[in-house]
């Protein structure tokens, strides 16, 4: 039996930075994500007599050596089947003994594009074992996450929160819904040139909790009150207040980043060219539009359909963003003036998708 | 009668960053700070039959109307001697009535260099007018801060720390001299060009104190114990203790700035370069050299002078500085690898020498 599943990507609105558990990918503070339809893994799953598990990404195989997570993520999943399979039928043998895992995955993100594309990854070979040998939500949760962290959040569609829990042994920490899609929101990625060396974000989050008070102020007092208030303009549609609490999170973990020692600089001249064009976009009346940034350059700009063209027409006049990619959402806009910066890449997105079994 | 004298610049090692009273200039946190010696405001100052104050910077009359600091400024100075002429002479008549300040500066600052030449003018001027109308050092010290903020500190050598006090009328806020000058530190002030429209310091300030949660935390919490870290790193001679604390201090700083909605940019593309070519000169044993930035892309790097050939070579082998500049301070060094950044300006200083009656 072959399973196939379709899992988007997920954008974190109130960011998740520092673990409490590496192993275990715990994480010191809870999160809050939308999924972006546009961007998403399609994997099947199947279990076969093969010497070795097997991941193949747009058919190329992944060397499962110095990819650990993988078999990490097979391992933990086998073990719940077996261990069900020892509640269930007190102790008998397991139907699957010797067989394997081939996972097959094809994605559509653009090639070094800095998004996220594990999450994506992960949630989607964990969603179709999950359905493929019959793990409940929490399970296929923990499965996920131990591959990719925040790819518990992609696990559902809708607002997703994820809870850093506070057991050792992680059994409070799992992805749940909050509240249903927001039907009118979109999304404009725009991908910028990495102009600087990366520091990797499992690196980034061990340096910063361990260098950073800020990040623990920002923890003990600072997350759950953002993420209720985010759940709340969500709930009402209050887009301002939900745009606002957006990009001072966003800002808030970049400044985390810089509170590091040595500091960390994920932001590039282009990142702040954007940001500068929302705030203007937004100055004098109710916000329309919010930035958030990953640990990288580029940016996400949140929004309802029915703003999409006038920030398009707003933001190409002073970034350039490939003809193609513009022409795909709007035949109207002409790119003119003398840009200030220049995207590799526009993606366009609804979100809130969950994933979907094809 | 006039008086003329030299007063240094100084930069901060643990920054000031927004007003308990704008009016008053009282900071909402303590600093601490060394003087730049060979930055300076060289100013005189006399007392003149002529209807208005006058203020010449570099040969250019300044305009009072729109410069409206330095007649607050004059005007707080007159008041203390009225004071203290009631006080000693039970009411009796003011020998300067009618007399107006006249007062001829000349600073050697880089022009438009982005660096805090109003620190050392205002602290020139109040020092010239203590002289010349006898005020003591607290009232010299608030005519200089409510000039500008930062002046205060450049009333003294040696390390500075800027008390914040509690009181409404600023009568417990003041800058005292902590320890002697430490005789072997230098600066190198690396002059970059400023990329962004910079948020002035005072607007800025302004914006972080009312929208950044950090920065609340960071001057309740973290700001005293920095300080009091400085001064006994300074009393030991601890340089890379020192140099941690100003470093994290500098981000902390800037991070504040990009936890402020909307975000406030001070560090270039050519800072950053900076800090990691401090961060790898410091690599593998004590930290010998720190930088720290104002609220501009400047940087100065902190270091021991037998310490600053070392510097400077590994430096200049990635920041390209003016090649006059370079020969003031070393003329073995040539920039032969390919620069990842360029300095407009690179000024070699000792640091910590008082201000100066000529």
Known sequence: MSVTVRVPMNIALV???????EKLILPLNDSISLTVDELCAETSVELVKQDDHTVSINGKEV?????????????????????RAHEKENGTSNNNIGLKFKVTSTTNFPVAAGLASSAAGFAAISMAIQILIGLDETQANKVARIGSGSACRSMFGGLVQWKSGIKDDGTDCFAIKVNEGWNTLRC?????????????STEGMRRSSQTSDLLKYRIEHLVDKRIAKIAEAYEKRDFDEFAKVIMSDSNQFHAICLDTSPPIR???DASWK????????????????????DAGPNACVILEDQNVQDFLRFATSQIVVPIDDLNKISTSITQTEQPIAVAKKLIYSSMGSPPTQL
Chains 1, 2 share one sequence.
């Open 63 to 83: 060397d499962l050596e110095s990819n650990k997570r993988y078999r990490t993520v097979f391992n933990e999943a086998l073990r719940f089947q077996r261990k």
């Open 266 to 268: 994920y932001l590039s």
């Open 274 to 293: 954007l940001i500068e064009v929302v705030e203007k976009f937004n100055e004098n009346g109710k916000r329309k539009a919010a930035y958030t940034f």
């Open 15 to 21: 960011k998740y930075w520092g673990k409490r558990d």
């Open 188 to 200: 404009l990625i725009f991908v910028f040139d990495g102009e600087e060396k990366k520091v990797g």
